[in-house]
T-cell receptor
Framework: DAGVIQSPRHEVTEMGQEVTLRCKPISGHDYLFWYRQTMMRGLELLIYFNNNVPIDDSGMPEDRFSAKMPNASFSTLKIQPSEPRDSAVYFC?????????????FGPGTRLLVL | GEDVEQSLFLSVREGDSSVINCTYTDSSSTYLYWYKQEPGAGLQLLTYIFSNMDMKQDQRLTVLLNKKDKHLSLRIADTQTGDSAIYFCAENYGQNFVFGPGTRLSVLP
């Protein structure tokens, strides 16, 4: 398996533009997580899905952020409109189950810079 | 609320042992984990320990768990330059999975 795939790997955009981050989880994994990592706030869980259904979106910072999982092999995280404070590395992770011995497998991340 | 704490930085000399510490707050945590993040990469699971264990050893890695004090540590023996990375402690209880802020380990030659 190729692991968790994220695209793009790098994104530079201007304030006010829409940004869409994409994730393909590992086949067979029922859980998908979106995280944001910054120097100031560390690693933050934004939202996670179970069987394509959003379970906990309490970490989504505000209405400008939205996430979808239309099928088991694809998820998007959208920021509209983007702001400079959204600059961060966004990670997608997937797992077969929640916790226990089933670890989360992380993608390589998308480095977002909003100018 | 739930909180996992770690010291942010640690420097050691190559060949020495590294000990990275973590404290967590939820006594009902069932599993505790150590993840490693190398520069420019995502997190990768290093090891985990079930809450009814005190110690787990895996090659150069030793995990110690003190449930009474809610303290977890990761010891890396014979630390190498390739061990330079950020190490995250994480706890799992029920449907919650919480990461600490990460400890940046620098290995000096």
């Amino acid at each position: 398996d190729a692991g968790v795939i994220q695209s793009p790997r790098h994104e530079v955009t201007e304030m006010g533009q829409e940004v869409t981050l994409r994730c393909k989880p590992i086949s067979g994994h029922d859980y998908l997580f979106w995280y944001r990592q910054t120097m100031m706030r560390g690693l933050e869980l934004l939202i996670y899905f179970n069987n394509n259904v959003p379970i906990d979106d309490s970490g989504m910072p505000e209405d400008r952020f939205s996430a979808k999982m239309p099928n088991a092999s694809f998820s998007t995280l959208k920021i509209q409109p983007s702001e400079p404070r959204d600059s961060a590395v966004y990670f997608c992770a997937s797992s077969f189950a929640m916790g226990g011995q089933e670890t989360q497998y992380f993608g390589p991340g998308t480095r977002l810079l909003v100018l | 609320g739930e909180d996992v704490e770690q010291s942010l930085f640690l420097s050691v000399r190559e060949g020495d042992s590294s000990v990275i510490n973590c404290t967590y707050t939820d006594s009902s945590s069932t599993y505790l984990y150590w993840y490693k993040q190398e520069p420019g990469a995502g997190l990768q699971l290093l090891t985990y320990i079930f809450s009814n264990m005190d110690m787990k050893q895996d090659q150069r890695l030793t995990v110690l768990l003190n449930k009474k004090d809610k303290h977890l540590s990761l010891r890396i023996a014979d630390t190498q330059t390739g061990d330079s990375a950020i190490y995250f402690c994480a706890e799992n209880y029920g449907q919650n999975f919480v990461f600490g802020p990460g400890t940046r380990l620098s290995v000096l030659p």
